[in-house]
Nanobody, 122 residues
Framework: QVHLVESGGGLVQRGGSLRLSCAAS????????MGWYRQAPGRQRELVAT???????DYADSVKGRFTISRDNAKNTVYLQMNSLKPDDTAVYYC????????????????WGQGTQVTVSS
C-alpha cells in the first residue's frame, strides 16, 4: 500500500511564490519518475514538470524559468518551487510518482496525490 500526501498550496498574489511538496509512504522499493500536473476549471489536466531518477528535469513551456522541480530520494518526496506566479497558474496541482513496490517489482505503478489548490490573484 502506497500513499501520497501533498502540501503547500494556497492563495498568493501575482508575482508571488509557493512551494509544493508531495511525500510518498508505504512499501516502497524505489521511485522512478516524479512529476507535477495541474488542472484548471474547464480544462484538461496538463503536465507541469517531471524529474527522473537521475534528476533529469523537463518543464512545460508555460512554466520554464519560473518553476523548479526537485526531489529528495531519502524522503520519497518531490517538490515544486513556483516563482513569479501568474493568474493563469491557478489550478489544482497533482503529483504523480512511478513507484516500485514489493508486489509490483520489477514494474512500477503510477500513484497520484490528492491535489492541492493554488490560486493566484491579480
Amino acid at each position: 500500500q502506497v500513499h501520497l500526501v501533498e502540501s503547500g498550496g494556497g492563495l498568493v498574489q501575482r508575482g508571488g511564490s509557493l512551494r509544493l511538496s508531495c511525500a510518498a509512504s508505504g512499501s516502497i522499493l524505489s521511485i522512478l519518475r516524479m512529476g507535477w500536473y495541474r488542472q484548471a476549471p474547464g480544462r484538461q489536466r496538463e503536465l507541469v514538470a517531471t524529474i527522473t531518477g537521475d534528476a533529469t528535469t523537463d518543464y512545460a513551456d508555460s512554466v520554464k524559468g519560473r518553476f523548479t522541480i526537485s526531489r529528495d530520494n531519502a524522503k520519497n518526496t518531490v517538490y515544486l518551487q513556483m516563482n513569479s506566479l501568474k493568474p493563469d497558474d491557478t489550478a489544482v496541482y497533482y503529483c504523480k510518482q512511478e513507484i516500485v513496490t514489493m508486489s509490483s517489482h520489477p514494474m512500477a505503478d503510477d500513484y497520484w496525490g490528492q491535489g492541492t489548490q493554488v490560486t493566484v490573484s491579480s
